[in-house]
Nanobody
């Protein structure tokens, strides 16, 4: 059984940092690529960051470039999202998700087979 469990969310003031973790079980990072999405109150879930096909590259939505970093620890089967210089508009529930490595697209929700339960991030001004 595949499980993705996010942690590390919380409340922080604007300009602060948080690191989200996504612990995976039941799947191998050699076969799946990880991505992060977020859903703000009253809005649709949107792409935030992902590792590319084969794990050799990373991709970010424009609004987080230079502030967020996705990383993978294969030994721990855990993905991370380091979030710096947080802004109130980053407030959302953050989800990690896994898609097969051969999937070329990294930003489409329907390419991801497995999802975590989400973790809340709240940034106050």
């Amino acid at each position: 059984q595949v499980q993705l469990v996010e942690s590390g969310g919380g409340s922080v003031q604007a300009g602060g940092s948080l690191r989200l973790s996504c612990a995976a079980s039941g799947l191998s990072f050699s076969s799946y690529a990880l991505g992060w999405f977020r859903q703000a109150p009253g809005k649709e879930r949107v792409f935030v960051a992902a590792e590319g096909w084969g794990g050799g590259s990373t991709f970010y939505t424009d609004s987080v470039k230079g502030r967020f970093t996705i990383s993978i620890d294969n030994a721990k089967n855990t993905a991370y999202l380091q979030m710096n210089s947080l802004k109130p508009e980053d407030t959302a529930v953050y989800y990690c998700a896994a898609r097969p490595h051969y999937t070329a697209s990294y930003y489409r929700e329907y390419d991801y087979n497995y999802w975590g339960q989400g973790t809340q991030v709240t940034v106050s001004s």
